[in-house]
């Protein structure tokens, strides 16, 4: 029975991966729609003045049409196309077919489904997709869907290609309550910190299109800068917190598993630098004035320190985790 249920876990997985790959298709398609409109309402600007003065009411009635073409006005919530509401539906179902992996994965092995890097991996993306969703319903962030559906795809790949091993049983360490706890809140900050940074290049695209005049097309139909700055700065606020209780956490379990709360392991000491990063990062912005740019790149390098952790740390340095792939 546990080898039925972890191969239909990895027969979810991989079509929960096609349904992915469509749905990044689709946001494609609707950020290339979104750049077409502008580009053709900027380019055309002199030429229907022209026209509008030489033979008057029918260029009138032209210009009335390209203004209801015409992207929404910036800060403005971008209008939902038929590409990028099919492009959600398709995430939606993804995501049902991922969590139904990964409960599966639980069923055959008895216990949590994140135990080494293949299930962590399959949990923290899964959480990562929800988040997405779940912040979508009360912020506009369905523009970053491209780019969230991107890093899904690319570590369900890496996960069922490099990181799949079968169900075994748990390690003595990892036998304890704290495995629930720990790393289920880690895989959500880890989340968070996703939909932050890609808020955070965002906010580095389109401060260069408004000092530069150009750009991106598909960049005017979304919110100002200084917007995505605000959104981003909400969002890791909220993945720090999880982060900081992923690390105190981490130091009690610790202590139960090795008799120390702290012991310089690798995996102990790259959680330390990404709380640091962030702890940085929200410091510096809130008393420093550390605003703009600046503040965005210093978000985007936490989250790339997230993703070195994720992978260069657990593939390639030796540790007290290395036995779980955590």
């Known amino acids: 029975m546990t080898e039925v249920l972890e191969d239909y876990s990895l027969i979810a997985v991989y079509a ?12 494609t398609v609707d950020l290339a729609k ?21 033979v008057g009411g029918r260029a009138t009635a032209l210009l009335e049409r390209l203004a209801t073409d015409a992207p929404p ?53 899964a959480i990562a997709m ?33 990181f799949y091993v079968p169900v075994t049983p748990l390690p003595p360490p990892l036998q ?14 880890t989340g968070i910190f996703a939909i932050g940074a890609g808020l955070s290049i965002a906010q580095l695209l389109q401060a260069r299109r408004e000092s530069r005049g150009t750009g991106l097309g598909f960049l005017a139909t979304l ?12 969002v890791i606020l909220v993945g720090f917190v999880f982060w900081t209780f992923t690390l105190i956490a981490g130091a009690i379990w610790a202590d139960h598993a090795w008799g120390r709360y702290w012991g310089w392991d690798t995996k102990e000491v790259w959680t330390f630098i990404i709380w640091v990063v962030f702890a940085g990062y929200i410091h510096a912005r809130a008393t420093r004035g550390w605003r703009g740019s600046r503040s965005a790149v210093l978000a985007i390098i936490g989250f790339g320190a997230v993703i070195f952790n994720f992978t260069i740390v657990n593939l390639f340095f030796k540790g007290l985790h290395s036995y779980s792939g955590l």
């Not at 580009?39 to 002199?46: N, P, S, Y």
């Not at 049902?96 to 399959?122: I, M």
């Not at 559906?149 to 890496?158: A, K, R, S």
């Open 16 to 27: 929960a991966m096609a349904i992915y790959t469509l749905a990044f298709i689709a946001y």
């Open 130 to 162: 929800g988040v997405y969703l779940i912040f979508g319903l009360f912020q506009p962030i369905r523009f970053l869907g491209a780019y969230i559906t991107g890093i899904v795809l690319v570590l369900l790949g890496l996960a069922t290609v490099n």
């Open 176 to 189: 304890s309550y704290w495995l629930v706890i720990h790393v289920f809140v880690a895989s959500l900050g």
């Open 223 to 234: 919110p100002g800068s200084t917007s995505l700055e605000n959104l981003a700065y909400r």
């Open 34 to 54: 979104r750049s077409a409109p502008a580009a053709a309402v900027g380019g055309a600007g002199a030429a229907n003045a022209a026209n509008a003065r030489a």
């Open 73 to 125: 006005a910036e800060g403005a919530p971008p209008a939902a196309s038929a590409a990028q509401r099919t492009a959600t539906a398709l995430v939606v179902i993804g995501w049902v077919l991922q969590v139904t992996a990964d409960v599966l994965r639980g069923l055959a092995a008895g216990r949590v489904p994140w135990a080494n890097l293949y299930e962590f991996t399959l949990t923290a993306t």
